[in-house]
C-alpha cells in the first residue's frame, strides 16, 4: 500500500479539489498519513492570491527539495493556482517537483501516475478518473465543497486567479447533481457549491443552465437538508437567483457578495464592472425579497492611489449596509495583474494596517448588534463536529453555534434545534431545547 500526503492552502476551492484528489487515491487503495515525511506521493495545492500565501510555498517548495535530496524515490505533484502559469518556466525553477497540473485537473494527475507507478509496489488498479470517482463509504463529512465551475472571465485589475484558473468553464449539470446524489447516499447533509465567480455557472454550456435551474435540481435529492454556493460577483445575482435563495426551502438564506470597495472611482479602477449606487440596489433588493438574509463580503483596503477620503467612503457603507461578515485584507500587489503593471502600490503598509483595523473594529460592533438579536431565539443547526467538549454547527444564516456536550448522544451530521443562550460578533452558545 503506497502512503500519500496532500499539504492545502487557500480558498475553500482549494479544500474542494484536495477532498477529490483524496477520493480519487483513497478509492483504489493508496493511504493517508498525517505528514510529508511518512508519504510515498506527496501533493502540494497551493494559492497565490496574496504575496504572503506564495511565500509559504516558496518556503514548502524549499522544505521539500530537500526532502527529495534525501529521498529520491519520493514523488512531489504541485497543483493549485501557483501551477496555473508556465509549466516550463516551473519546471525551471523547482526541477525537484516531479509533476505540475493545473487546478482542477485530475486527469492529468491520473494519466501521469499510470504512466508512472510512485513504486513497484503501486496498486495496478486502474485510478477512476474525475468525472466517475468513487466515493469513500467510510467518509464521515456531513459538509462537502463540490466544485461547479473553475475559472473566471472578470479580469478584476488586482487578481491573479483568471491568468492561474483561466477563463470560466462549469461542469454539466447532469455530472454534479449525480455526484452529490452520491455524497448524500454515503452520509452528507450540507453541500457547498464553489466557483471562482458561482454566479457564472452555466453560461459556457450548451445548454446555458442557470445556477438557479442547479440549485432548484438539488433541492429535490431525498436526505440533503442545505444547499450553500460561493462566492457571487454582483453583476450576476440576478432576479432568477435571488428568487430561488428565497423559495427554495434547502437554500440557505446566506450570500456572500464581495464589495471590495465603498468609492466609484476605486471600483473603476479595480474594474469591478458596478458603481456603488448599484451595490446598494442590489443589496436593498435581496434583503426586500429575502428577510432575515445574512450577507458577507469581502473587502480590499489600501489599493494603489486609495485616499483617507476613499477609505471613509468604504467605511460608511458598511457601516450603513451592516454586513454579518466582512473579509477585509490589505491590498497585495500580484506580478502579472493590471494593477501590478499599471499602478503603483503607493499605500503605505502601516497605513493599510490601520484601516484594516478599523475595518475590523467595525464589523466587531455592527456583528455583535445582529448576534444580540438572536439572543434567546431557537435555532435549527446542522451539527458538523466537536471541539473542546462542545458541540458545533452552522444554522442556514451561516451563523456559528456551540452547545454542550451529551455523552449519551452523537449529534453528528444532525438538524437540532438550539436555543441561543449568549452571543458574540464571532460566534453564539446555545443548549438543545428541551422538549
Excluded at 52 to 69: C, F, P, T, V
Aim: charged share 30%; with cysteine; aromatic share 8%.
Amino acid at each position: 500500500m503506497l502512503d500519500y500526503y496532500i499539504w492545502t492552502i487557500g480558498c475553500q476551492m482549494n479544500k474542494a479539489e484536495s477532498r477529490e484528489i483524496v477520493d480519487c487515491l483513497d478509492s483504489v487503495g493508496y493511504r493517508e498519513v498525517a505528514s510529508f515525511g511518512e508519504a510515498d506521493l506527496v501533493v502540494l495545492n497551493t494559492c497565490v492570491v496574496r504575496q504572503s500565501a506564495e511565500n509559504k510555498i516558496l518556503g514548502m517548495l524549499g522544505l521539500m527539495q530537500g526532502y527529495k535530496r534525501d529521498y529520491p524515490e519520493a514523488v512531489l505533484a504541485v497543483t493549485g493556482c501557483f501551477a496555473g502559469s508556465d509549466f516550463a518556466d516551473l519546471k525551471k525553477r523547482f526541477p525537484h517537483v516531479d509533476l505540475f497540473f493545473k487546478p482542477g485537473d485530475y486527469r492529468e494527475l491520473i494519466s501521469w501516475l499510470k504512466e508512472r507507478p510512485v513504486s513497484a509496489g503501486a496498486p495496478k488498479n486502474e485510478l477512476p478518473c474525475h468525472l466517475c470517482r468513487s466515493v469513500d463509504k467510510t467518509d464521515s463529512s456531513f459538509r462537502r465543497y463540490v466544485s461547479v465551475i473553475q475559472g473566471c472571465n472578470q479580469f478584476c485589475s488586482y487578481c491573479i486567479i483568471p491568468y492561474r484558473r483561466g477563463r470560466e468553464r462549469s461542469r454539466p449539470l447532469e455530472e454534479i447533481v449525480c455526484e452529490i446524489v452520491s455524497l448524500v447516499e454515503h452520509g452528507t447533509r450540507e453541500v457547498i457549491l464553489l466557483g471562482q465567480n458561482i454566479g457564472a455557472y452555466g453560461h459556457d454550456l450548451p445548454e446555458r443552465p442557470h445556477l438557479a435551474e442547479l440549485l432548484e435540481r438539488l433541492s429535490g435529492i431525498e436526505n440533503l437538508f442545505r444547499i450553500r454556493f460561493l462566492t457571487n460577483h454582483p453583476k450576476d445575482v440576478d432576479g432568477r437567483l435571488i428568487e430561488a435563495v428565497a423559495s427554495l426551502d434547502k437554500v440557505c438564506k446566506h450570500l456572500e457578495m464581495p464589495a471590495q470597495a465603498g468609492d466609484d472611482i476605486i471600483l473603476k479602477s479595480m474594474k469591478r464592472g458596478y458603481t456603488v449606487k448599484q451595490y446598494r440596489e442590489l443589496v436593498r433588493v435581496i434583503r426586500k425579497r429575502v428577510p432575515g438574509i445574512s450577507l458577507s463580503t469581502d473587502v480590499i483596503v489600501g489599493f494603489p492611489g486609495e485616499s483617507d477620503e476613499q477609505f471613509g467612503c468604504t467605511l460608511a457603507l458598511l457601516e450603513e449596509l451592516k454586513f454579518d461578515v466582512v473579509h477585509v485584507a490589505g491590498y497585495s500587489p500580484r506580478h502579472g495583474t493590471v494593477a501590478d503593471s499599471k499602478y503603483d502600490d503607493d499605500v503605505p503598509k502601516e497605513i493599510k494596517k490601520k484601516r484594516l483595523n478599523m475595518v475590523e473594529a467595525l464589523q466587531a460592533e455592527v456583528a455583535a448588534a445582529i448576534n444580540s438579536q438572536l439572543m434567546g431565539k431557537t435555532m435549527k443547526v446542522l451539527v458538523e463536529g466537536k471541539k473542546k467538549e462542545k458541540w458545533y454547527g452552522r444554522t442556514g444564516t451561516d451563523k456559528l453555534v456551540f452547545f454542550p456536550d451529551n455523552d449519551s448522544v452523537d449529534y453528528c451530521g444532525r438538524m437540532m434545534n438550539i436555543e441561543i443562550t449568549r452571543t458574540s460578533p464571532w460566534a453564539l452558545q446555545g443548549a438543545v431545547e428541551s422538549d
